[in-house]
C-alpha cells in the first residue's frame, strides 16, 4: 500500500480539530457540547491512518474513513439541531433554566463559572454567510471521509 494517502488523511483530520481550536483561541468562538464531540472521531481517523502509513494497512484507512464519516454524523445531528429540526440529545446543549423554589443567590451558586454554549446557537465563522461551523464540518468530513473510504478501495484494486 502506498503511504501517502494514509499520511495525507492523517493530516487532513488532525486539521479539523486543530482548525476549530484555533477559532476558538484565536477568533473567540465558543464550543458547545456538539461542536466539541464532533472533534473526538477525527483524532482516531488521524490515529488509524497514522497506523495504516505504518503498517500498510489499507483496513486502516477504510476504519480511518468511517471514523471521519462519525464526526459528519455528529454534524448532521448538530446542523439539525441548530435548525430546530429536533433537540439535541446532550443535556449539557440545553440552555440554563431557572428553577422554582430556588432564591436568586442558589441559582447563581449552582451556574458553572464559564456558561456553557448552547447547541442550537449555531457560530459564524465568517460574518454575512449563513454556513455555520457544523455545516462547515459537515461538508468537510463528507469530503475527507469519502476521499479515504475511495483511495483504500484503489489500494484494494491495485492488489496491493
Same mark, same amino acid.
Given at each position: 500500500?502506498?503511504?501517502?494517502?494514509?499520511?495525507?488523511?492523517?493530516?487532513?483530520?488532525?486539521?479539523?480539530?486543530?482548525?476549530?481550536?484555533?477559532?476558538?483561541?484565536?477568533?473567540?468562538? /465558543?464550543?458547545?457540547?456538539?461542536?466539541?464531540?464532533?472533534?473526538?472521531?477525527?483524532?482516531v481517523?488521524?490515529?488509524?491512518?497514522?497506523?495504516?502509513?505504518?503498517?500498510?494497512?489499507?483496513?486502516?484507512?477504510?476504519?480511518?474513513?468511517?471514523?471521519?464519516?462519525?464526526? /459528519?454524523?455528529?454534524?448532521?445531528?448538530?446542523?439539525?439541531?441548530?435548525?430546530?429540526?429536533?433537540?439535541?440529545?446532550?443535556?449539557?446543549?440545553?440552555?440554563?433554566? /431557572?428553577?422554582?423554589?430556588?432564591s436568586?443567590?442558589? !441559582?447563581?451558586?449552582?451556574?458553572? /463559572?464559564?456558561?456553557?454554549?448552547?447547541?442550537?446557537a449555531?457560530?459564524?465563522?465568517?460574518?454575512?454567510?449563513?454556513?455555520?461551523m457544523?455545516? !462547515?464540518?459537515?461538508?468537510?468530513a463528507?469530503?475527507?471521509?469519502?476521499?479515504?473510504?475511495?483511495?483504500?478501495?484503489?489500494?484494494?484494486?491495485?492488489?496491493v
Amino acid at each position: 500500500m502506498n503511504r501517502v494517502p494514509a499520511l495525507t488523511i492523517a493530516v487532513l483530520a488532525a486539521v479539523a480539530p486543530l482548525f476549530a481550536l484555533g477559532t476558538e483561541r484565536f477568533v473567540g468562538l /465558543a464550543p458547545c457540547a456538539l461542536c466539541l464531540w464532533q472533534r473526538w472521531p477525527y483524532w482516531v481517523a488521524a490515529a488509524l491512518a497514522v497506523l495504516a502509513a505504518l503498517t500498510r494497512g489499507r483496513w486502516l484507512l477504510s476504519l480511518a474513513g468511517l471514523a471521519v464519516l462519525v464526526s /459528519a454524523g455528529i454534524a448532521a445531528l448538530h446542523i439539525g439541531v441548530e435548525q430546530g429540526w429536533w433537540p439535541s440529545p446532550l443535556p449539557s446543549c440545553q440552555a440554563p433554566t /431557572a428553577t422554582l423554589g430556588l432564591s436568586v443567590d442558589d !441559582m447563581l451558586k449552582a451556574m458553572s /463559572a464559564k456558561p456553557d454554549k448552547p447547541c442550537d446557537a449555531p457560530s459564524f465563522l465568517i460574518p454575512g454567510l449563513p454556513v455555520s461551523m457544523a455545516q !462547515m464540518n459537515f461538508v468537510y468530513a463528507a469530503v475527507v471521509g469519502g476521499l479515504a473510504l475511495r483511495w483504500s478501495v484503489q489500494q484494494g484494486r491495485r492488489g496491493v
